[in-house]
């Protein structure tokens, strides 16, 4: 299947400051990506979906100022987290589907772990 | 998109099939059923999608009942690999293409 990357897989930082999340679509093009973060013990909750070239759609309740959404090519998206404090850790996942691909099925990364202290 | 309803845990002897069943009652007619699975710290990995007839793949097979109301996910030889917590989500096919995660139910294969 296609290989969705993210970097960096874990981070820690000092509250206050921010952190920027990429994720690839290593060997297809995706005109839309997806950024899901999860606590733990807790299922995945849908934080946005970043469309190339165009403004992110954030879903109800989730901070667009706090979470930076930016899709500039249709490989990249990265997910910027500012002014970072303790409650922001958590595991961040992207997922991009194929363009020409089966919906629904999307590709996920291996998720990137923050630690804010 | 409609909801689903799974049981939060099961057990499976190692070697055995694994049955993970899915309410799925309010489905409509165009929607499909998507089964994911997400072992402890990584990013979830799809196995397999069905609309109404039964799919099978070289993961699993997914068994869905004539009024499309619930779904039945096969691993026909679980291993202890196979231990995750498995998704089971219904989405139309023709929209943005996010996937909404519920609960989904922690499979443990035990040796």
């Known amino acids: 299947g296609a290989v969705v990357s993210q970097h960096p897989s874990w981070v820690i930082c000092k509250s206050g400051t921010s952190v920027k999340i990429e994720c690839r679509s290593l060997?297809?093009?995706?005109?839309?990506m997806f950024w899901y973060r999860q606590f733990p013990k807790q299922s995945l909750m849908l934080m946005a979906t970043?469309?190339?070239?165009?403004?992110?759609?954030?879903e109800q309740g989730v901070e667009k100022d706090k979470f930076l959404i930016n899709h500039a090519s249709l490989t990249l998206s990265t997910l910027t987290v500012t002014s970072a404090h303790p409650e922001d850790s958590s595991f961040y996942i992207c997922?991009?589907?194929?363009?020409?691909?089966?919906?629904?099925?999307?590709?996920f990364g291996e998720g990137s772990r923050l630690t804010v202290l | 998109d409609a909801k689903t309803t799974q049981p939060p845990s099961m057990d499976c002897a190692e070697g055995r099939a694994a049955n993970l069943p899915c309410n799925h009652s309010?489905?409509?007619?165009?929607?499909?059923v998507y089964w994911y699975r997400q072992i402890h710290s990584q990013g979830p990995q799809y196995i397999i999608h069905?609309?109404?007839n039964n799919e099978t793949n070289e993961m699993a097979s997914l068994i869905i009942t004539e009024d499309r109301k619930s779904s039945t996910l096969i691993l026909p030889h679980a291993t202890l690999r196979d231990t995750a917590v498995y998704y089971c989500?219904?989405?139309?096919?023709?929209?943005?293409?996010?996937?909404?995660f519920g609960q989904g139910t922690t499979l443990q294969v035990k040796p």
């Open positions: 970043s469309n190339e070239g165009s403004k992110a759609t954030y």
């Open positions: 997922s991009a589907r194929v363009a020409s691909g089966t919906p629904g099925e999307l590709f």
């Open positions: 309010t489905i409509s007619g165009n929607e499909y």
């Open positions: 060997d297809f093009q995706a005109t839309t």
């Open positions: 989500i219904v989405r139309v096919s023709s929209n943005t293409g996010k996937l909404i």
């Open positions: 069905g609309l109404k």
